[in-house]
């Protein structure tokens, strides 16, 4: 009798199945990925539909959206005209609608006046993070960022940049640079917003002439990236304006390779890590996702309350 062959693969069969197995798995891998970030930018589009829940609970109880923020001292553009009582900081329109996302346990805790530095209850709470205000396609995820510059041993954190909870929402105050001109310098929020939440504002729909459903309310804003403690806090200074787009520190890194944080002077303002654009909130309450790619003459457009345009409703 014939000795039988060992069944068994041979080093070639071997190869090629492993091979098969890689194609397999990079042609899945890419799927999947997508697959995750269609669930995430769910989740975001969700959280701005409670946000948006929120403004008009708000609205519908005290008669107007809250104001974008309430900062400003002696001698600057944004102060109250007559201001002569020094500085002056406040909660931001994310403290406000707290009550109306189910965190009135954080609201109820909140005095009336917001600093940066010290230590205050106010300060402590700025701390906590509000899951609907989370982006969860952002890399930098649930980390404290920096407000400003404390004595050594004053912190929410370990490090000197752990101070208050990030957002990846922030208000919409403007088509132009969102802060004011004082001695030379752009620094304060601007009083005379031609958007819905800048400083000091209290605007009722009745004065969003454009019509609410072509108003834009929140939109989309990232972190500089995880360990950067930079970015924005939702308890107090948290507006923005459109003039620089979409994913302007995005658009960048793609067409010249440099890698501009999103918090640079120069580029920072509305994006997200989702491919192609950012979510916005309108003031009709209605959540949106615009493309980095939208004219900025319509992302103008669409940030004045009462600019009188006409804009196209298929621009997304």
């Known amino acids: 009798m014939k000795p039988r062959k060992p069944k068994a ?78 500085m002056y900081y406040n909660f931001g329109w994310g403290a406000f609608f707290l009550p109306y996302m189910e965190h009135s346990s954080v609201y109820d805790q909140l005095e009336p006046d917001i600093r940066c530095y010290g230590w205050s209850p106010n300060y402590e709470l700025g701390a906590e993070f ?68 800048f400083n000091n504002s209290q605007v009722k729909i ?25 970015g924005q806090f939702w308890i107090s200074w948290n507006v923005m304006s459109t003039e620089n787009g979409i994913n302007l520190p995005l658009r960048l890194k793609l067409n010249t390779g440099i890698d501009p944080t999103p918090w640079s002077s120069s580029t920072f303002g509305f994006g997200s890590y989702h491919p192609g654009g950012c979510h916005f909130l309108y003031a009709d309450g209605s959540s949106h996702f615009l493309q980095e790619t939208i004219s900025q003459h319509v992302l103008e457009q ?15």
């Not at 802060?179 to 958007?195: A, E, I, M, Q, V």
């Open 206 to 230: 009745s004065e969003i002439t454009d019509g609410t459903s072509s108003t834009l309310l929140v939109g989309e804003i990232p972190g500089a990236g995880p360990n950067s403690y930079l």
């Open 9 to 86: 693969f041979t080093l070639v069969e071997l190869l090629v199945v492993i091979a098969i197995i890689g194609i397999l798995i990079a042609l899945l891998l890419p799927a999947v990925q997508a697959a995750r970030e269609a669930a995430r930018r769910m989740q975001c589009a969700n959280n701005f539909k409670q946000v948006g829940v929120a403004a008009h609970s708000y609205h519908a109880a005290i008669g107007t959206f809250p104001t974008g923020v309430d900062m400003w001292t002696n001698g600057t553009c944004s102060a109250p005209s007559g201001w002569t009582s020094g």
């Open 130 to 197: 509000i899951n609907q205000y989370l982006c969860p396609s952002d890399p930098q995820g649930r980390e404290l960022v920096s407000c400003c510059t404390k004595p050594a041993g004053q912190g929410n954190g370990t490090r000197q940049e752990e101070d208050l909870a990030i957002t990846n929402m922030s208000g919409v105050s403007d088509s132009r640079i969102w802060r004011c001109l004082t001695s030379g310098t752009y620094r304060w929020p601007r009083s005379d917003g031609n958007g819905v939440l």
């Open 302 to 316: 669409l940030t004045t309350r009462a600019g009188g345009e006409t804009i196209d409703t298929s621009i997304e």
